[in-house]
């Protein structure tokens, strides 16, 4: 059974860092793409962080390039998101999912995609 499990979300000042980890499961993450999306209340879905199968493109949301970073550990099976210089405009629910379309010119997902249930990151003061 193909199944995301994100954690490491949680609430966090402006300035602050926060690494996500989506674990996967049912299937090898190796030479498969995957991406990490998030969605505000009352916002529209963004997609904020996407990588290629084979390692060699990413793509960042203008609004997150320079201080997000996305990677992934195949022994671990496991992609992580690391976030830093927070904003309060980060404050959303984050999922990962595969497969995507893009990178690096974009960052989507289809509608059959596997994501996982998400995990709420809040940047506050």
């Known amino acids: 059974q193909v199944q995301l499990v994100e954690s490491g979300g949680g609430s966090v000042q402006p300035g602050g860092s926060l690494r996500l980890s989506c674990a996967a499961s049912?299937?090898?993450?190796?030479?498969?793409?995957i991406g990490w999306f998030r969605q505000a209340p009352g916002k529209e879905r963004e997609g904020v962080s996407c990588?290629?199968?084979?390692?060699?493109?990413?793509y960042y949301a203008d609004s997150v390039k320079g201080r997000f970073t996305i990677s992934r550990d195949i022994a671990k099976n496991t992609v992580y998101l690391q976030m830093n210089s927070l904003k309060p405009e980060d404050t959303a629910v984050y999922y990962c999912?595969?497969?995507?379309?893009?990178?690096?010119?974009?960052?989507?997902?289809?509608?059959?995609?596997?994501r996982g249930k998400g995990t709420l990151v809040t940047v506050s003061s």
């Open positions: 990588i290629s199968s084979t390692e060699s493109t990413t």
């Open positions: 049912g299937f090898t993450l190796d030479n498969r793409a």
């Open positions: 999912v595969t497969p995507i379309r893009g990178p690096p010119q974009r960052c989507t997902y289809y509608t059959g995609s596997n």
